[in-house]
C-alpha cells in the first residue's frame, strides 16, 4: 500500500503513534507536505466525517481519528510553516463558545503563522471575553473564530457584540470560518471577512493587516 494510503488508513484507525512514524516517514522520502496533508490526512478525516453522518462509526472512534489527525499536523508543521522574522500582525484564534472541534482552527493557525502572524490560540470552547480580553492583551490585529456546528455559530455574533459594547469594534479585523458558516452569514453578524479553508484565511489576514497598516 502507497504510503499517502497507510496514513489515512491508520488515521481511519486512531492509531496517532502510526501517523506520527508515517508522517515522518513520508517526510523523510521527500513527498510534498502538501500531499501528505491533504491526500493522506485530510482525506482520512474526510471519510470518517462521512462514516460519522452514515452513522457506521461514533464520536470515540472520531475523537481518536481526530488526535491522530493532531499528531500528524504536528509533525507537518515546520515544514509547512516557514516563518519569517518581523511578524506581520497578531491574531487571536479559537473555537467558539461550545464547540470542541479544533483541526480546522489549528490548521488555520498553522496557515497563519505561515503568512508571518504572531499567533495568539485561545483554543477551544472560548467564550466571547476570552477573545475580547486576549485580543486587548496582546494588541491583537485579527481575531479569528472557527465553528464546525450550526448551533455555536451565533456564538460568533457575541464576540462582535462585545466588541462593540467596548466600543473597540473598529480596532479589530475580525475573520470567521468553519463547515457550517458562509459569506451571507458573516455579512448578518457583521465580521470582516468569511474564508471557506485555512489557506485564503492566511492570505485573506495578511492582505487586510498590510492594508489596515498602510491606511
Ligand atoms: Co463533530 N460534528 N461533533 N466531532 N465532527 C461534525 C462537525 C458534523 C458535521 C458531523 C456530521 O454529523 N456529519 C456534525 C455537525 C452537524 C451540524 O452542526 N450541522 C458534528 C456533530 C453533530 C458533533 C457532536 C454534536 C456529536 C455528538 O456528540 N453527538 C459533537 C459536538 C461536540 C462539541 O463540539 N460540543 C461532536 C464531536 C466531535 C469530536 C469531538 C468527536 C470530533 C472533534 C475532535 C477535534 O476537533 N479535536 C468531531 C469531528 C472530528 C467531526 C468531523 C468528523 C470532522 C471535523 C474536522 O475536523 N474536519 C465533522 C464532519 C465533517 O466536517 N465532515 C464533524 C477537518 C477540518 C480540517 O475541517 O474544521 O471544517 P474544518 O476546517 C476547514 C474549513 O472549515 C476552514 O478551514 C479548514 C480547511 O482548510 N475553517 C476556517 C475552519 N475554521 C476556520 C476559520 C477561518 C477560516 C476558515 O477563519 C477564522
Not at 482520512?44 to 452513522?55: A, R, Y
Not at 506581520?88 to 472541534?101: E, F, P, R, S
Not at 483541526?103 to 476570552?130: P, R, S, T, W, Y
Amino acid at each position: 500500500m502507497a504510503l499517502i494510503e497507510e496514513i489515512s488508513e491508520f488515521l481511519q484507525k486512531g492509531r496517532a503513534k502510526n501517523v506520527k512514524t508515517l508522517v515522518q516517514q513520508a517526510l523523510d522520502e521527500g513527498l510534498d507536505p502538501k500531499v501528505i496533508l491533504n491526500e493522506g490526512l485530510l482525506s482520512g478525516m474526510m471519510i470518517i466525517g462521512e462514516k460519522f453522518k452514515n452513522n457506521e462509526v461514533f464520536v470515540p472512534e472520531v475523537l481518536v481519528a481526530a488526535r491522530a489527525m493532531n499528531t500528524g499536523l504536528e509533525i507537518l508543521e515546520p515544514k509547512l510553516v516557514e516563518v519569517g522574522n518581523e511578524p506581520v500582525g497578531k491574531a487571536v484564534i479559537g473555537t467558539v463558545k461550545g464547540d470542541l472541534h479544533d483541526i480546522g482552527k489549528n490548521l488555520v493557525a498553522m496557515m497563519l503563522k505561515g503568512a508571518g502572524m504572531q499567533i495568539f490560540d485561545i483554543g477551544v470552547d472560548a467564550g466571547a471575553e476570552a477573545f475580547i480580553d486576549k485580543a486587548e492583551e496582546v494588541g491583537a490585529d485579527v481575531i479569528c473564530m472557527s465553528a464546525l456546528l450550526t448551533t455555536t455559530m451565533p456564538n460568533m455574533k457575541e464576540v462582535i457584540s462585545g466588541l462593540e459594547a467596548r466600543g473597540i469594534r473598529d480596532k479589530y479585523i475580525v475573520m470567521i470560518g468553519g463547515a457550517p458558516v458562509n459569506q451571507n452569514f458573516a455579512d448578518q453578524i457583521g465580521a470582516d471577512f468569511y474564508t471557506a479553508d485555512a489557506a485564503t484565511a492566511a492570505e485573506t489576514a495578511k492582505k487586510a493587516v498590510t492594508e489596515k497598516k498602510a491606511s
